[in-house]
């Protein structure tokens, strides 16, 4: 007998970002994130558990996936295991709807599908609480893909305590997400490998000090819609999460050149009098936030970037849930 399930979940982007932790094993959080779920950025994953395998196997994209990648999953795939107290193996087939090397495939979307579709094939009924504390220990970010729409990650001291839960769903406002895929040559160092690092930059100290007044502040804007001061703020917090970044031991430099272009390009456009703004990840690409109605318009001039290999327009989206 097997036990199968599907399950969609989307990547998610943050305006208050998770950047450094506390408890590196439970990947518990410094500080609080806020984000929201992307319409177009999302895996598919069907986990089916059966007697006859003798070891996990995965595919990732149609390709069988080996070695540390696939460690990670098999020993993520052994706590689920511990909690059904089965031995069963599994095979697990994921996709992105997104090529691999454009920086989007994302290890929140992956790790959130991964663990709504293996506890529900093992009959876990667990709640969205559980289940985004079971995505956070996959992979950090990951918790926050789990509930619908406008999300905060709470830190806490305790694994318990750190989920991430819905503040609005994805009808509360209109905004977008329209980010601009661009060139990238290198391949960047891992979000694992950078959140190790926070402590040796001189201004990680100063960043968490902010970080409570700011948090209050994001979620009144999200809640008032008050699309400029949220803007502002977020925009702020990612220029302070790359100050971190390059002022880490070894520097961190995720912008290219391209980056660069298209910031200077959002600054010259909000003078013209077009209300966008932009946040960045560990990686070159933008993500220009802007309402909704401004979203076409903005991803035509996007196109027109040198450099802009790609431009991909996301609503707010419902959170993780079977197929
Ligand atoms: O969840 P991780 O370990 O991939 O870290 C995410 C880090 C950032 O994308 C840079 C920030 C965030 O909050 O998503």
Redesign the pocket.
Known sequence: MTQKATAWAPA?I?FI???GKRDEKL?LPMNS?V?FNLSNVFTVTTVEFDKNLVDDEVKLDGKIVDGKEKDRITKYLDKIRNIARVSTRAKVESKNNFPVGTGMAS??SGFAALSLAASSALGLRLNKRKLSILARIG????CRSIPDGWVEWKEAGTSEGSYAYSMYSQRHWGVCDVVAIVESTKKSVS??EG?ALVESSPFYKCRIGGMRKKLKMIKKAIGEKKFSKFGEILEAEAIN?HTVMMTSEPALIYWTPETLRIILKIKEWRERGLEVYFTI??GPNVHVICLEKDARKIERLLRTIEGVKMVVVNQVARGTHLV
Do not use: C, E, I, L
């Open positions: 998610n943050a970002k998770f950047w990947r994130s984000s290890s929140a992979s950090g970010s990951a979000s694992t959140h999460m990840d560990a």
